[in-house]
């Protein structure tokens, strides 16, 4: 079984920072893309930024250069740097990853986090 755990939501000011990360556990033999998404009531997940395996990443337009994303492979685990937080950046964010499972390993599965609860409030 395979696991994503994710952490370091909650609730800051308009201006401040917040780190999320996800680890990923369980029966994992490589893991590919990672990436973070985020979800208000009533409107569609939406993609935040994403990570390769080789660290190349990409990011939605409405966080590009406030948000950063990484990664640390030996550690299957990924983070979300976020910081200048507006209002419009509360949600649920969700970490996503692409693994690949022994014996199977020809076999790409997608994970998703619980999701953890942002914040932007005064």
């Known amino acids: 079984q395979v696991q994503l755990v994710e952490s370091g939501g909650g609730l800051v000011q308009p201006g401040g920072s917040l780190r999320l990360s996800c680890a990923a556990s369980g029966n994992i033999f490589s893991i590919n893309d990672m990436g973070w998404y985020r979800q208000t009531p009533g409107k569609e997940r939406e993609s935040v930024a994403t990570?390769?395996?080789?660290?190349?990443?990409t990011y939605a337009d409405s966080v590009k250069g406030r948000f950063t994303i990484s990664r640390e492979n030996a550690q299957n685990t990924v983070y979300l740097q976020m910081n200048s937080l507006k209002p419009d950046d509360t949600a649920v964010y969700y970490c996503?990853?692409?693994?690949?499972?022994?014996?199977?390993?020809?076999?790409?599965?997608?994970?998703w986090g619980q999701g953890t609860q942002v914040t932007v409030s005064s």
């Open positions: 990570i390769t395996s080789g660290g190349s990443t």
């Open positions: 996503n990853a692409y693994i690949r499972k022994p014996p199977s390993t020809w076999i790409v599965w997608q994970y």
